[in-house]
């Protein structure tokens, strides 16, 4: 077969063009640090790669999740807290209105402070986080203590007032893993109310100038709200405990995550340097071959 003139050129200008090519994409990868910056560069990379991404931002969303999860508890826990040091207060209160040693004015005045530590669980009671409140089961705009008729929400069925289907009994939960929900809220409005009668039921038996020895018999009232105040906490204790394995599972799926993802998109610089000296070392011995072979031109015979 006889190679032309024109044969020559033409072979010369596509490896030309396709020195350039390559060595444009190998630059375009130094710079970007990346091994695709086109799903057409490698199809097969750029699927894995929005797999690897959307695992990556579910893990951050379940991270923003167990945020929101310690939020809720963290609060509820300290509240109760306030609650158990209220009662305990008032189991010391009682203890001394139990002695014969105080008169009706004494124990009026011990009964003011009790009022106060009644309020003060009643204040408790309407804890918000933002714009919830968080013992209102999923009626979270609504407050569990009405500061208006001083009353706590009446459940929907007086005769059945811990209905779970009642939304101030309901849960709230949150997903913190795949499938995986916890229950961020706690719903003990009935013990609010039944605090709030113990508390009535003292200050009655005060103004009624009952003895000391009547008046004890709340401290049994006392500890038995405190006990289920404990067994409250405990709950959230637990909760708690199962919300801070899932946050460490989560930085640890974080980090798998993002190292495939780094694995699978990031370039080795190393390689990639080498790669594109190698690259502009062949592109110059082209383009000096290519001015050899070019014949000369009448210009060059003029000289």
């Known amino acids: 077969m006889r190679v032309t003139q024109s044969m020559l050129s033409g072979n010369l200008l596509r490896n030309l063009s396709n020195s350039?090519?390559?060595?444009?994409?190998?630059?375009?990868?130094?710079?970007?640090?990346?091994?695709?910056?086109?799903?057409?560069?490698?199809?097969?990379?750029?699927?894995?790669?929005i797999n690897y991404r959307t695992e990556l931002n579910s893990v951050e969303q379940f991270s923003r999740n167990i945020g929101e999860a310690y939020n809720w508890l963290d609060t509820t826990d300290d509240t109760f807290d306030k609650i158990g040091s209220a009662l305990q207060r008032a189991n010391e209160l009682i203890v001394q209105a139990s002695s014969d040693t105080m008169n009706p004015d004494d124990r009026e005045k011990i009964n003011a402070e009790i009022q106060?530590?009644?309020?003060?669980?009643?204040?408790?009671?309407?804890?918000?986080?933002?714009?919830?409140?968080?013992?209102s089961g999923t009626k979270t705009n609504t407050a569990p203590f009405n500061l208006?008729?001083?009353?706590?929400?009446?459940?929907?069925?007086?005769a059945n007032p811990t209905d779970p289907n009642d939304p101030l009994n309901k849960p709230i939960e949150i997903e913190v893993f795949d499938g995986i929900n916890i229950q961020i809220n706690t719903t003990p409005i009935q013990l609010f109310r039944e605090i709030d009668a113990m508390f009535k039921n003292i200050e009655d038996d005060i103004a009624a100038k009952k003895s000391?020895?009547?008046l004890s018999t709340h401290l049994t009232a006392i500890d038995n709200q405190m006990s289920k105040i404990l067994t409250t906490r405990a709950d959230i204790g637990a909760r708690q405990n199962r919300v801070e394995l899932m946050d460490a599972r989560l930085q640890s799926q974080e980090v798998i995550a993002t190292t495939r993802m780094s694995e699978n998109e990031d370039i080795d610089y190393e390689k990639a340097i080498t790669e594109m000296i190698t690259q502009e070392s062949i592109h110059r011995a082209a383009l000096?071959?290519?001015?050899?072979?070019?014949q000369p031109t009448l210009v060059d015979f003029l000289r």
């Open 148 to 158: 208006t008729n001083k009353e706590y929400e009446a459940p929907k069925d007086l």
């Open 212 to 214: 000391g020895s009547e």
């Open 20 to 49: 350039y090519a390559k060595l444009g994409k190998i630059q375009e990868q130094v710079n970007t640090g990346k091994k695709v910056t086109r799903p057409s560069d490698d199809p097969v990379t750029a699927m894995k790669g």
């Open 288 to 294: 000096s071959v290519g001015g050899r072979i070019i």
């Open 116 to 135: 106060q530590l009644r309020e003060h669980v009643q204040n408790l009671a309407n804890t918000k986080i933002g714009d919830s409140y968080i013992f």
